[in-house]
């Protein structure tokens, strides 16, 4: 089972911007905090997990949360161990981590779309 972390941000130096579009990548350089919030969004500080293409094995990215954005949208499912994308019904999924990063993919039993929140701010 995963926690959700990812690559940290200062690898990017002082002059990263919020603003930018960052591959995420699940390599844990350093634990960072990540929470599924009411408005159904995973979120560390400003930013959002974000599906830009609704297919299968298309790359997650950081993007600036927006409110009403359904790309930014997720639920959990089966016992809170699995994240679906709501707009696509496709699962997180680590299996090409090491390659690129996060991807969405047809939610299967694969322990790589295994997931654990220890602080969840939907109630």
Partial sequence: ?????????????ENWCPSETVRLVARIL??????????????????????????????IKLQACRENDARQKWEQIESNAKLRHVGSDLCLDS?????????????????NQQWKFTLNLQS
């Fill in 1 to 13: 089972m995963h926690k959700l972390e990812c690559v940290a941000m200062c690898a990017y130096g």
């Fill in 30 to 59: 350093l634990k960072q905090e990540w929470a599924l919030t009411k408005d159904k969004s995973v979120k560390h500080m400003d930013l959002c997990l974000t599906v830009v293409d609704r297919t299968a094995a298309s790359l």
């Fill in 95 to 111: 299996r090409s981590a090491r390659m690129g990063g996060l991807t969405v993919e047809v939610c299967s039993p694969s322990l």
